[in-house]
């Protein structure tokens, strides 16, 4: 297997970034930290707008008060893990054991869109000020990187479209601010920003990856040669490129993808992966054997084509996120396989199997319920502690009398679904090619993405 070398770890090529969500929200998130032994040192992706309390949010914890008093992010998440185990947030029959956080690779990406709403908004909606309060918050969020030795993180970019939230369609003040802005323009802007700090400060620690976008491959193109460019003027290379803007087929241009018959495989299960191998690819051929990482992009269904078109590492909330759909009425009927409309905590079927062979049919997301008492569990950590199915689906069903015995069940299913992400990295990295592994393990999944990497 390939590494990355970072200062004092490891990053083996692929890998699957897990993120960690604390501070963005409560339950299933704070659980995700107690657990975390369960994914070991798969690494992880952190929001630095969840994690700093001098902006705003509804999920603020006090936890974070102190952050910049810490070490190491890994310091920070250890002293986090204690805190919330003491507070009771862990299940009486779960016999935590000794973790050190130290061991993970972790990734800081901004969350800059949100801390551009409140900048806007702290300056009362006056772009002059906003222009000269962006230079400070981007050198801010590069310092708050290095003193807590991120190994990797993300330039401070604004993304490409944003999605409207709540109440935001309606702010009136803030969408006329918005339209003021060209995010081209401005990305270019914050990209020189980083450019001259990474020459003003040499013995920096993380490695920060260039954050890359275009609406369309031309422009995806014309952006990353921008980005070479720029390292060439300012005698400065970045230490790898963050794909940005591409982890949802419906909100890019589909010049991204239309040019694919999908009539021989399946629209459904496939299009979603068109669109960052592309980009991977494009970048991947234009900047040579450097990291790139596709932002949002480690959906299962991705991770073959991002890796043999270029991608060294991705990440996704959705394997642990599947797992939020668990309501009340859900826990009742857990043990009733007919299929219900009550909205169920969702586990991973697919994947590879315990004796390292890869399911023959699609690998999915189905209802608890739905999963076959009978079937065998895969063999990671969570699947050891659970033992069974029929254990998982009985810690989940006792949640009107034990919360945390359901909060447990859910980790199990949330970081079950992790680990097969990083299971299918591993397997992957011994095959040379698409078609390599494809014939390995020839399935309608693989001869579906052997199909598209053919006719990218
Ligand atoms: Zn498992």
Same mark, same amino acid.
């Given at each position: 297997m390939n590494y990355l070398e970072l200062n004092n770890k490891r990053l083996p090529i692929p890998s699957f970034f897990q993120v960690y969500n604390f501070g963005g929200g409560n339950g299933d998130k704070d659980r995700e930290i107690v657990y975390a032994e369960l994914t070991g040192d798969t690494p992880a992706l952190v929001n630095y707008h969840y994690i700093n309390n001098k902006f705003p949010h509804?999920?603020?914890? *006090?936890?974070? %008060?102190?952050? *910049?008093?810490? %070490?190491?992010v890994g310091d920070l998440y250890n002293f986090i893990r204690t805190r919330l185990i003491e507070k009771g947030?862990?299940?009486?029959g779960y016999k935590s054991s000794e973790f050190d956080f130290n061991t993970k690779v972790f990734l800081l990406d901004s969350g800059a869109f949100n801390i551009i709403k409140f900048l806007a908004y702290d300056v009362g909606y006056d772009i002059l000020k906003f222009n000269e309060r962006i230079v400070e918050e981007v050198i801010s969020y590069y310092d708050f990187a290095n003193s807590l030795k991120f190994d990797m993180v993300v330039c401070f970019d604004m993304g490409g479209k944003y999605t409207e939230k709540d109440g935001e369609k309606s702010n009136e003040m803030l969408n006329k601010f918005l339209s003021q802005i060209d995010s081209e323009e401005f990305n270019n802007r914050l990209l020189k920003i980083t450019a001259k700090y990474l020459k003003e400060h040499p013995d920096y620690y993380p490695k920060i990856l260039a954050a890359v976008h275009g609406e369309t491959p031309a422009k995806y193109k014309e952006n990353t040669r921008h980005i070479l460019e720029l390292e060439e003027q300012y005698g400065v290379q970045f230490g790898g490129f963050a794909l940005g803007g591409i982890a949802s087929y419906k909100q890019v241009d589909s010049s991204w993808y239309?040019?694919?018959?999908?009539s021989k495989i399946g629209k459904r299960d496939f299009i979603a992966t068109v669109t960052p191998a592309r980009a991977c690819k494009i970048v991947r051929e234009l900047v040579g054997n450097r990291p790139i990482h596709a932002l949002g992009c480690g959906g299962y269904n991705n991770i073959p084509l991002n890796y043999y078109c270029g991608a060294t590492s991705f990440d996704t909330a959705s394997p642990v996120r599947r797992?939020?759909?668990?309501n009340l009425a859900s826990t009742k009927i857990v043990f009733d396989p007919t299929p219900s409309r009550e909205s169920f905590s969702k586990y991973f079927i697919g994947g590879i199997n315990s004796d390292g062979t890869l399911y023959s049919g699609f690998p999915k997301y189905i209802k608890l319920n739905e999963v076959p008492d009978k079937m065998n569990l895969c063999g990671c950590p969570a699947c050891k502690k659970a033992e069974n199915v029929y254990n998982i689906k009985k810690l989940y069903s006792m949640k009107e009398n034990d919360t945390e015995a359901n909060y447990y069940s859910r980790q199990l299913i949330g970081l079950h679904a992790v680990y097969q992400h990083r299971k299918l990295c591993e397997l992957i990295?011994?095959?040379?090619?698409m078609n390599d592994f494809s014939s390995e393990y020839e399935n309608k999944f693989t001869l579906g993405l052997k199909y598209i990497y053919n006719n990218l």
């Open positions: 509804l999920f603020r914890s *006090s936890l974070f %008060n102190n952050v *910049s008093s810490y %070490n190491s947030e862990i299940y009486s239309d040019d694919i018959d999908f797992v939020g759909d668990g990295s011994r095959y040379n090619s």
